[in-house]
């Protein structure tokens, strides 16, 4: 695949991700989340909103992420795949998807201590932590590739 047309790809690729993160966050988060609380029998019915303000702000590093996304494949059209400027945009992506997870993993803990969560939200979050860590130790894998590549090109 030549630079230009995989540059494409990941653009489609990135805005069909930033669509399926505003229909999951705005439209089903909020629908599901009141599903799973009312079914618990109003026992959590206080959880929902501090659930929902704990989703949209982990929301943010993702779509910091998506736009460094952005910008990996602009490099690439212009035949920068392996720069430092990559380099340190998949740098800055492994650390938002790690203090995401992160900070959704305490929310998650927090609101278990605080009698605020069900059983089921807990585990959906761990999960999606799991998620976030990997996606954290690739993004630092890739990172620090494209860096001894972009190292080597220097020379």
């Not at 995989?6 to 705005?26: E, P, Q, Y």
């Not at 803990?109 to 990997?134: D, E, H, K, M, Q």
């Not at 894998?141 to 090109?153: G, I, N, P, Y």
């Amino acid at each position: 695949m030549h630079q230009k047309s995989l540059s494409t790809w990941l653009k489609v690729i990135l805005l069909g991700a930033a669509v399926c993160v505003v229909v999951i966050f705005i439209y089903l988060m909020p629908r599901v989340g009141q599903q799973l609380f009312d079914d618990q029998g109003g026992q959590f019915a206080p959880g929902y909103w501090p659930w929902m303000v704990l989703i949209w702000v982990s929301a943010l590093p993702c779509c910091a992420a998506l736009a460094f996304g952005w910008l990996i494949a602009v490099n690439i059209g212009h035949d920068r795949s392996y720069s430092l400027e990559n380099a340190r945009l998949l740098r800055w992506i492994s650390a938002l998807a790690a203090g995401d997870s992160a900070f959704l993993f305490l929310g998650s803990i927090l609101y278990l201590l605080l009698n605020l969560s069900t059983p089921v939200a807990t585990l959906i979050s761990i999960l999606v932590v799991f998620l976030g860590a990997a996606a954290s130790v690739t993004a630092a894998a890739l990172s620090h590739l494209v860096f001894k590549e972009a190292s080597k090109d220097a020379e």
